[in-house]
Nanobody, 116 residues
Framework: QVQLVESGGALVQAGGSLRLSCAAS?????????MGWYRQAPGSRRELVAA???????NYADSVKGRFTISRDNSKNMLFLQMNSLKPEDTAVYYC?????????WGQGTQVTVSS
């Protein structure tokens, strides 16, 4: 059973920083195609924030480029998202995602609220 558990969400003022963490456990059959962070604001679709794809390529949403950094610690099965210069429009539930050839895994989400 694969589990993804996010942490680190909080209420922060605009201009502040947060670091999100995702702890992964369990065995993922077939390997990993991509892992990353998504977010969903109220009334909006879930959107990609940042992700590692196969070959270690990183992708960022245009809205977070230069402010957010995705990283990982393979030895600890951890994924991170460093978020700097936060804006009110970054307010959302942030989800950790791991995409495998035969399945797609999601965490329960962690709330990030940025006040103006």
């Amino acid at each position: 059973q694969v589990q993804l558990v996010e942490s680190g969400g909080a209420l922060v003022q605009a201009g502040g920083s947060l670091r999100l963490s995702c702890a992964a456990s369990g065995r993922i059959r077939g390997g990993v195609d991509a892992m990353g962070w998504y977010r969903q604001a109220p009334g909006s679709r879930r959107e990609l924030v940042a992700a590692f794809s196969s070959g270690r390529t990183t992708n960022y949403a245009d809205s977070v480029k230069g402010r957010f950094t995705i990283s990982r610690d393979n030895s600890k099965n951890m994924l991170f998202l460093q978020m700097n210069s936060l804006k009110p429009e970054d307010t959302a539930v942030y989800y950790c995602n791991v995409r495998a050839p035969i399945d797609n895994y999601w965490g329960q989400g962690t709330q990030v609220t940025v006040s103006s």
